[in-house]
């Protein structure tokens, strides 16, 4: 069972940066497409960046130009660079296995608060 544990969150100031990091269990996690999702209080948690086992990646419009996600496999670890950070960039973040059904549990997620 692949397991996740989000790290790297904190409060930021709007328009400042941070890196979100994934640490995942397994061997397999060079073969896995990986996403970071996040959820807003109130909100349903949505799939915001994906990476394939190549590095084609993909973003959800609101992050798009903004954030960048990458991966490295000697690690086991997913990345998320976050600049120009905006107060509704407000969330939990996760990381999970976008094409993998049922998908594997949660890990706890980091917060991340974009606040002045």
């Known amino acids: 069972q692949v397991q996740f544990v989000e790290s790297g969150g904190g409060l930021v100031q709007p328009g400042g940066s941070l890196r979100l990091s994934c640490a995942t269990s397994?061997?397999?996690?060079?073969?896995?497409?990986m996403g970071w999702y996040r959820q807003a209080p109130g909100e349903e948690r949505e799939l915001i960046a994906t990476i394939t086992s190549t590095d084609s990646t993909t973003y959800t419009d609101s992050v798009k130009g903004r954030f960048t996600i990458s991966r490295d496999n000697a690690k086991n670890t997913l990345y998320l660079q976050m600049n120009s950070l905006k107060p509704e960039d407000t969330a939990v973040y996760y990381c999970n296995l976008p094409n993998r059904i049922p998908r594997p549990s949660w890990g706890p997620g980091t917060q991340v608060t974009v606040s002045s």
């Open positions: 397994g061997s397999k996690f060079s073969m896995y497409a």
